[in-house]
């Protein structure tokens, strides 16, 4: 129950183009969703979070969709770059304030 | 915005001997902190949550007298990981959340434990 799927394992997409990651979770008492990028040999930093009270937040080139009756939530990142080439990580939690459950990670590879 | 640091970044000891890592929240008060364990490719895994002034509470799996974890001050957290072995070598991260600041949690920035 406290698990949190994500795919794909790994992702190419060229310069410009939109990177879709996809997470599943399963506990219905999670309320925050927060997705992290993480380079090499650093500590993740937050991209952008959603509550279940919204279906989507944007903001910049960062997108996450959210669907409640599915548990499913995605990071859309627009307008894709080279610099962007990183790990991405889905998190669920109870709160904001509590621990966080992981997904698997998605190495994204920007080309040019 | 809210920082917190990790000190060393990088340690390199024998089999046998104690590490001590610290993590420190250098702009806000920290009520609660975490420590995560990252392998190499791997997501990150919580080890335990701690609140200052009491004992940290550890998940499912983690020994508690291995990892030994201490939060003494509202800015301090230690993580002393005892009679340390090859498999314990990983990235260890903590995470703040705190008063005054949003209530995301704050990361920092890792420290790779290498046991030789």
């Known amino acids: 129950q406290q698990q949190v799927k994500q795919s794909p394992q790994s992702l190419i997409v060229q310069k410009g183009g939109i990177s879709i990651i996809n997470c599943a979770y399963e506990?219905?008492?999670?309320?925050?969703f927060p997705w992290y990028q993480q380079f090499p040999g650093k500590g993740p930093a937050l991209l952008i979070a959603?509550?279940?009270?919204?279906s989507e937040k944007k903001e910049g080139r960062f997108t996450i969709s959210f669907n409640k009756s599915a548990k499913q939530f995605s990071l859309h990142i627009m307008d894709s770059q080279p610099g962007d080439s990183a790990t991405y990580f889905c998190?669920?939690?109870?709160?904001?304030?509590?621990?966080?459950?992981f997904g698997t990670g998605t190495r994204l590879q920007v080309t040019l | 915005g809210a920082v917190v640091s990790q000190h060393p970044s990088r340690v390199i000891c024998k089999s046998g001997t104690s590490v001590k890592i610290e993590c420190r929240s250098l702009?806000?008060?920290?009520?609660?902190m975490f420590w995560y364990r990252q392998f190499p490719k791997q997501s990150l895994m919580l080890m335990a949550t701690?609140?200052?002034?009491?004992?940290?509470?550890?998940e499912q799996g983690v020994e508690k007298d291995k990892f030994l974890i201490n939060h003494a001050s509202l800015t301090l957290s230690t993580l002393t990981v005892t009679s340390a072995h090859p498999e314990d070598s990983s990235f260890y991260i903590c995470?703040?959340?705190?008063?005054?600041?949003?209530?995301?949690?704050?990361f920092g920035p890792g420290t790779r434990l290498t046991v030789t």
């Open positions: 995470s703040a959340i705190g008063t005054g600041v949003s209530y995301e949690q704050y």
């Open positions: 506990n219905t008492a999670f309320d925050y």
């Open positions: 959603i509550r279940p009270d919204v």
């Open positions: 998190a669920a939690s109870l709160t904001p304030a509590s621990k966080l459950t």
């Open positions: 702009d806000f008060q920290a009520t609660t």
């Open positions: 701690s609140n200052e002034g009491s004992k940290a509470t550890y």
